[in-house]
């Protein structure tokens, strides 16, 4: 089992920046991929951007430029940088972590872009 606390949500105008950070009760290390969604009111949940144990990152076409996944090991957190965000980006953001084949979600943070 593992658990994931976000945190670093909030309003921000368009063009301005967040970063969201996860931390996990077990070692970042013995967790096989990290990842964050998010989910706009009547939307599906969708993938932002993932980090592979290896180290290796992906992110949706969305955000691509914008966002930086990116670990502290340390620290056992995870953190999402969004910068130039745009309203669109509204949505709650959602840590995930595979562990041992199974999944894990946070409970959500909240980020609302708008003037």
């Known amino acids: 089992q593992v658990q994931l606390v976000e945190s670093g949500g909030g309003l921000v105008q368009p063009g301005g920046s967040l970063r969201l950070s996860c931390t996990t009760s077990?070692?970042?290390?013995?967790?096989?991929?990290m990842a964050w969604y998010r989910q706009a009111p009547q939307n599906q949940r969708e993938l932002v951007a993932t980090l592979t144990r290896a180290g290796g990152s992906n992110y949706a076409d969305s955000v691509k430029g914008r966002f930086t996944i990116s670990r502290d090991n340390a620290k056992n957190t995870v953190y999402l940088q969004m910068n130039s965000l745009k309203p669109e980006d509204t949505a709650i953001y959602y840590c995930?972590?595979?562990?041992?084949?199974?999944?894990?979600w946070g409970q959500g943070t909240q980020v609302t872009v708008s003037s």
């Open positions: 995930y972590a595979d562990f041992s084949g199974l999944s894990h």
């Open positions: 077990r070692s970042i290390r013995s967790i096989s991929a």
